[in-house]
C-alpha cells in the first residue's frame, strides 16, 4: 500500500499570507492520479485539485498543485478566509486508494 | 446537478452487519465512466477509501478490508449498496458516498476521483 505522508500536520499563517501544504508518497505514484481535497469541520470533503495540477470546478486561481513521483504540493496564494480548513492529498496504484492523514490549516 | 445521498442505521452492535446506501441523481452508473466510492473518516481522522464500483460492475476494495465488503449496485434505483460484515467499535465514524467518474492512464489502468460527495452518515459501533 501506498503511505501520503503531509506535512506540516498544523499550518498556521494569517490572511493574504501564502500556504505550502507537502505530500510525499511512500513509492512513485503517477501524477494523473494524485489529487487534494478541503474538508470544514462538519462538512464532506471537496475535490479542490485532480491530475496533480488541475482546478476542480469552482476552485478559485489562488490555488494551485504541483508535484511528481514522491513529492506534491498545493499552494495557496493569497489566504482567504473560507480557505481554513483541513486539506488531505490522495492517490491511487495497484488497485486502492489511500488519503495522507490531512494538514490542519489555521489562521 | 450531481447529488449523493447516503442512509443506514446509526447504531450498530458489534459482530452485526452494516448496510448502508447511496442514493444518487444527476448521473447514471449505467453511462460508461462513472462509478461510486465509498469513504469514511473515524471522529476526528483521516479519511479512508473502503469500496468504488463502476457502471460495469468493476469493483475495487481497500485490501485491509477487503474480507468484510460488498459493494453492489441497483442501476434501475440509482443505488449503490455497502456492506460491512463483522462490524467492530473502530468502524464508528462518518461514512460518505461519492462520484467517481473513471480516468484511463497506461500503464495504473482505469482510476478516479471524488468530485461529488454525499453529507455522510454517522455509525456508532456500540454493544
Not at chain 2, 443505488?79 to 500503464?107: K, Q
Amino acid at each position: 500500500e501506498t503511505v501520503l505522508t503531509q506535512f506540516p500536520g498544523t499550518l498556521s499563517l494569517s490572511l493574504g499570507e501564502r500556504a505550502t501544504l507537502s505530500c510525499r508518497a511512500s513509492q512513485s505514484v503517477s501524477s494523473d492520479t494524485l489529487a487534494w481535497y478541503q474538508q470544514k469541520p462538519g462538512q464532506a470533503p471537496r475535490l479542490v485539485i485532480y491530475s496533480s495540477s488541475i482546478r476542480a470546478t469552482g476552485i478559485p486561481d489562488r490555488f494551485s498543485g504541483s508535484g511528481s513521483e514522491t513529492d506534491f504540493t498545493l499552494t495557496i496564494s493569497r489566504l482567504e478566509p473560507e480557505d481554513f480548513a483541513v486539506y488531505y492529498c490522495q492517490q491511487y496504484r495497484g488497485s486502492a486508494y489511500t488519503f495522507g492523514q490531512g494538514t490542519k490549516l489555521e489562521i | 446537478q450531481i447529488a449523493l445521498r447516503e442512509s443506514g442505521l446509526t447504531l450498530v452492535k458489534p459482530t452485526q452487519t452494516l448496510t448502508l446506501t447511496c442514493s444518487f441523481s444527476g448521473f447514471s452508473l449505467r453511462a460508461s465512466g462513472m462509478g461510486v466510492g465509498w469513504i469514511r473518516q473515524p471522529p476526528g481522522q483521516a479519511l479512508e477509501w473502503l469500496a468504488l464500483i463502476y457502471g460495469n460492475d468493476d469493483k475495487r476494495y481497500s485490501p485491509s478490508l477487503k474480507t468484510r465488503l460488498t459493494i453492489t449496485s441497483d442501476t434501475s434505483e440509482n443505488r449503490v449498496i455497502l456492506t460491512m460484515a463483522n462490524i467492530d467499535p473502530a468502524d464508528t465514524g462518518t461514512y460518505f458516498c461519492a462520484h467517481a467518474p473513471r480516468f484511463y492512464n497506461f500503464p495504473i489502468g482505469y482510476y478516479s476521483y471524488f468530485d461529488h460527495w454525499g453529507r455522510g452518515t454517522p455509525v456508532t459501533v456500540s454493544s
